[in-house]
DNA sequence: TCGAATTGCTCAGCCGGCTTACTAATTTCA
DNA sequence: TGAAATTAGTAAGCCGGCTGAGCAATTCGA
């Protein structure tokens, strides 16, 4: 058994965030950051994966894979998020009479109604930080060349373009 | 049931990620980075969760409860990473004699050698980003913020400082 | 000193990622 | 036309966050 002897490191700021590794810091500070939402979002019956469909719905109804492959999540995911969304009543699924194999989502009224209060919340309860253009940017770059590895393509939405 | 118009926005625009709201990005950047991680730390039979607490326990033998603490996280959520870090044979959980709530954890030797060989992982598969000291800078005051209103204060390691 | 409060840990159950594996429907093409 | 390949969706099971609840041990304080 190891009895874990100190490394050559200045032992008492080795574990304080500034010394963590920069991936480390991200997921914290995502994480962190997604759990200052999710009272306001509880308070209207909502999560975040949740929002983000209704978001989506913006661009009309769709399928499942479609809201998958824009939220850069797997189908699995999306169906459940979905399964969800549907129990709360914000979405409907109906099957397409034009191809048996899609469900065609659309946002009930409620739904509708419930995006419309939430819409705000990821914008005014992002914390404030000196930079906010870099970070975006430096964010956008990782997106960027994580997916590409990830997903080939992102199409852009169906009929659009 | 809502058709889900389209609303006032250029619509084949909204859904890529530059239009997406910062925290969106933050979340989805930090999943796709995590995946990138995840087939190198499987070779070694880690997750990232794990790969934490063996970075943690540089600083030495700890009690599961202080292991949460630096790692901000959930006592809970620390007692079921360390029951597979310890199915694994990466760290052991002895009682603590001196307290007999505490359970004092520890890297096995073998533990020790596999946090040499992962060491690296996090640093070198993180991506390029052109400005990554203002990211760094973006992040960290992004934790400080919200974990202020998280926990009051995180404190040193037991006995330093 | 002894009852109350706190602390350390675990369990159950939820959400939301993931992979692997399956069904059903559609499309492709020899 | 008909077999093969692809596509849409779901199910099961894992990881890792979380909350709420509970037990055992320790510490505090009247």
């Known amino acids: 058994m190891d009895a874990g002897e100190p490394l050559s490191v ?35 019956g909502l999560t975040h994966a949740g929002l983000i469909v209704l978001h989506l719905l913006d661009l009309g109804d769709t399928s499942q894979s479609e809201l998958a492959r824009h ?3 797997e189908a699995q995911t999306m169906s459940r998020t979905l399964d969800r969304l549907e129990r709360a009543g914000w979405v409907a699924r ?21 995006w419309q209060r939430a819409q705000r919340i990821e914008a005014e309860l992002f914390p404030q930080v000196t930079d906010a253009a870099a970070l975006r940017t430096a964010l956008l770059e990782i997106v ?6 990830r997903w080939p393509a992102v199409p852009p939405h169906r009929g659009v373009r």
């Open 144 to 149: 960027a060349a994580a997916e590409s590895r």
């Open 94 to 114: 109906v099957p397409d009479p034009a191809d048996r194999r899609r469900h065609v989502v659309s946002r009930t009224s409620a739904g509708a109604e419930v």
């Open 71 to 73: 939220a850069r999540v």
């Open 10 to 44: 200045p032992a008492d700021d080795v574990h304080r965030p500034d010394h963590w590794p920069t991936g480390r810091l991200l997921s914290t500070a995502s994480r962190l950051v997604e759990h200052a939402w999710s009272d306001a979002l509880e308070r209207l």
